[in-house]
């Protein structure tokens, strides 16, 4: 298997990423929408690479398999079923262990890498 680069991610511009339209369980308006490049997916979709752009926006958060991300830009708050805050900015690197489950609110459109396995 090669492995594969994803050049300066922080500078992609908008219009290179891919739309993958809008967040599943929005809670309200504004309704964020998702956007970004895959670097790599298993063939049984498990394992999975990229860089994700999400615009403003809350919604409910359901974690199924672990995920690391490194944000790049941007500010949000993720906050678990039992209240614990993370709040989360640009240079942040946070782990999420599948069963996670909470709510996401972005206040400044987030750039992020992340693998999730």
């Not at 895959?38 to 999975?48: I, M, P, S």
């Not at 974690?63 to 805050?85: I, N, P, S, W």
Request: aromatic share 8%.
């Amino acid at each position: 298997m090669a492995a594969k680069l994803l050049k300066q991610p922080a500078m992609i511009e908008d219009g290179d990423l891919v739309d993958w339209g809008p967040v599943a369980k929005p809670l309200g308006t504004p309704v964020s929408n998702t956007s970004g490049r895959l670097l790599h997916r298993d063939a049984d979709g498990a394992n999975e690479a990229g860089l994700w752009v999400c615009t403003p926006g809350s919604w409910r958060c359901e974690v199924a398999r672990d995920e690391f991300c490194h944000f790049l830009a941007g500010r949000c708050v993720y906050t678990d079923d039992a209240g614990e805050r993370l709040e989360i900015a640009g240079g942040d690197a946070a782990f999420f262990p599948a069963g996670w489950s909470g709510t996401c609110e972005v206040l400044e459109t987030v750039r992020k890498t992340y693998m999730i396995r």
